[in-house]
Nanobody
């Protein structure tokens, strides 16, 4: 079992930056690939970024390339999502999730955090 807790969300102005963190419990964090998803009201969860177990490879949705960066610190059992140039159409609840491999499919992730809100007023 892996328990995930996101933090770092909050109100940010358009064009601003924010860093989300996701702390994992358990000693198996480094065994999992990690992903960040977001979900707007009334919509499904959308893949944002993913990172392999050893941080060797990262993957991004086209709409965040060049703006967001995913990273992880296995010694701290934490994965991060640094977000820059946030737009009013970026607001969502952001979730971190753990899976055996990086994938954009939310149904292939085994563990999820509770989510953290990132509102961006227009």
């Amino acid at each position: 079992q892996v328990q995930l807790v996101e933090s770092g969300g909050g109100l940010v102005q358009a064009g601003g930056s924010l860093r989300l963190s996701c702390a994992a419990s358990g000693r198996t964090f480094s065994s999992y690939a990690m992903g960040w998803f977001r979900q707007a009201p009334g919509k499904g969860r959308t893949f944002v970024a993913g990172i392999k177990r050893n941080s060797g490879s990262t993957y991004y949705a086209d709409f965040v390339k060049g703006r967001f960066t995913i990273s992880r610190d296995n010694a701290k059992n934490t994965v991060y999502l640094q977000m820059h140039s946030l737009y009013p159409d970026d607001p969502s609840v952001y979730y971190c999730a753990a899976a055996v491999r990086v994938t954009s499919r939310p149904d292939e992730y085994d563990f999820w955090g509770q989510g953290t809100q990132v509102p961006v007023p227009s």
